[in-house]
């Protein structure tokens, strides 16, 4: 021991490279699984600060445990084999991850509704999903600053350069994360390939058995068994309010006769002062073409509520329709009822919720649902994969319509998001139309896709017909802006929970000109269910990791 302790200090032979890919490794995993793990609580509790507040948390606090622990079992008898086998461990636990998921949402769902719900719900689901990896990968880095350091005298280069080789191990992960593998994979091989490189480095001082394991998980997810389971202004106009919401940096700005909402320094909503019913940004009139499909509805909802242009407008304009918005960022709705006219209504119902959350809950159906959620540089991606489309239809009654408003455009790499969008869409609800606003199919622009859940008569061929639009309001150009034949989507993926780039896709919109922009300007900132996995291949990992445990057990690592 002391012969392999002395060569790993004083040169980097193979035991001491291993020892640093170990402890790289192991860095990476834990930022690359805080990141993943975000991506697996939106899906059920939106990317809320509350969120992302207790995902940080608790990885943290499994760390600060792990620290502690991996420093008492290292004082008692360090060896090379016993810190490679809390790695292997590690590996295992990162492994069951994708299985574990699915039912950890689920229970920490059901603390819904309520304040308190949207609060613990997603720590609760935080703590089931990363509690104990993140605790077991805690005691890498001080059980290998334990094994590496021979006297006192070295203490200080050997944990400062172990120490910064984890952190390095963390930052690779961070930006692997967020600019490759996210982007490019779904989450269940990511949480794999993170899981096997675990191991895969975990059994460089692990007897045979354990090579045999690694071998089996790497057979088992291989293969099909384990398929898925402070802001500077640029705007012309005075200043009314500003604010930190727990989602955007917010401000109310006046343009002469216009009032209008940024959020995060894009224009979001505008009023006209002297007639608050008014609709200002000319791409909202088409939200009244689901009405034209749908002539008879009598209730609606409006998925994003901002300054409420379009419900008090269809509130005034339909005396009989009954309006619900659901919308997430409780400071929105203030500012809407202070700053833009919301006037209580026996008509109007406002909910504080996340879209999918209220749709997954609620049982009321509706004639017509406006999706006007998305942004130009963020869209909330649980809101616009196949799972969430299955439960938008559910919500739907039989002639029901939706209209979604994307910004983007029809052709060029500034269409790839809508045309994605387009393509999840007609798998679950294939009747469909779709309109570019400013009329010029290149531009990023507002795009609306209408969407019908009875097949017949097409959209298409009914707003081609011409119909009636006596009392709806209705964009007196609509027809010419329509776009004829159907998108073509072969270049773009389908949108799922599990697998949704839309970062990747909106990326090329966020740099280009935006009317809506153009026009009233904007405020730049000045500072800086994962699907359930095969039973079988969960059965076998389980099997793998009670093997393991019970080796470990019986053998006790030397």
């Known amino acids: 021991m002391r012969r392999w302790l002395n060569e790993l200090v004083h040169r980097p032979n193979w035991a001491s490279l291993g020892l640093r890919a170990q402890v790289l490794v192991s860095g990476f995993v834990v930022m690359a699984l805080e990141l993943l793990g975000g991506r697996l609580v939106a899906t059920s509790f939106g990317n809320s600060i509350f969120a992302w507040g207790s995902l940080i948390g608790v990885v943290l606090s499994g760390l600060a445990i792990g620290y502690y622990l991996g420093g008492m079992l290292a004082d008692r008898s360090p060896s090379a084999e016993k810190f490679s086998g809390i790695i292997f461990t590690g590996g295992l636990l990162v492994l069951l991850v994708p299985f574990i998921s699915p039912v950890a949402l689920a229970v920490s769902f059901s603390l819904q509704p309520g304040e308190l719900g949207s609060r613990l719900g997603p720590l609760l689901a935080s703590i089931l999903i990363l509690g104990l990896p993140s605790t077991v990968l805690g005691m890498v880095s001080p059980y290998a600053l334990k094994i590496a350091t021979q006297s006192l005298a070295r203490i200080g280069r050997v944990s400062g350069n172990l120490y910064s080789l984890s952190t390095l191990g963390s930052i690779i992960g961070a930006f692997s994360a967020a600019f490759v593998l996210i982007p490019l994979f779904d989450l269940r091989s990511i949480l794999f390939g993170m899981g096997l490189a675990l191991m895969t480095v975990a059994i460089l001082w692990l007897p045979r058995f354990a090579k045999v394991l690694t071998l089996i998980a790497v057979l088992i997810v291989a293969t099909p068994i384990s398929g898925p389971l402070s802001y500077a202004a640029v705007y012309s106009g005075s200043i009314v309010y500003q604010d930190e919401t727990p989602y955007s940096h917010l401000d109310v700005v006046d343009q002469g006769s216009r009032r209008i909402l940024y959020l995060n320094g894009l224009p979001h909503s505008g009023m006209d002062l002297t007639d608050p019913n008014v609709l200002v940004f000319a791409y909202t009139t088409y939200f009244h073409l689901g009405v034209l499909a749908n002539p008879d509805m009598e209730s609606v909802l409006f998925v994003g509520g901002g300054g409420f242009s379009g419900p008090k407008n269809f509130l005034s304009t339909y005396p009989s329709v009954s309006v619900d918005v659901v919308e997430v960022d409780p400071d929105v709705i203030d500012v809407a009822q202070r700053y833009f006219s919301v006037q209580p209504s026996p008509r109007l119902a406002i909910i504080n919720e996340d879209a999918r959350i209220y749709l997954t809950r609620t049982e009321k159906v509706y004639d017509l649902i406006v999706l006007d959620a998305y942004a130009k540089t963020y869209v909330p991606f649980h809101l616009m994969t196949t799972e969430f489309m299955q439960i938008l239809h559910s919500r739907l009654t039989p002639r029901g319509v939706v209209v979604s408003n994307l910004i983007g455009s029809l052709s060029g790499d500034t269409s790839d998001l809508v045309r994605a969008e387009y393509k999840t869409i007609t798998l679950i609800i294939p009747n469909i139309a779709v ?37 709806i309001p209705v964009p007196p150009n609509y027809l010419s802006h329509m776009y004829q034949g159907q998108l073509q989507t072969d270049d773009v993926p389908v949108l799922t929970d599990g697998y949704a780039p839309v970062e990747d896709l909106l990326n090329p919109v966020t740099g280009r000109p935006y009317i809506i922009e153009q026009q009233f300007g904007r405020v730049v900132p000045v500072v800086p ?8 291949a969960f059965l076998g990992i389980v099997l793998v990791g009670v093997s393991w445990l019970v080796y470990v057990s019986d053998r006790r690592l030397r």
Request: hydrophobic content about 45%; proline content about 7%.
């Open 435 to 471: 309109f570019a606003t400013s009329g010029f199919v290149g531009s990023v622009q507002n795009i609306m896709l209408v969407f019908a859940r009875p097949a017949s008569p097409s959209l298409i061929q009914l707003f081609g017909s011409e119909p009636s639009t006596a009392n």
């Open 529 to 536: 269910s994962v699907q359930g996995s095969g039973a079988v």
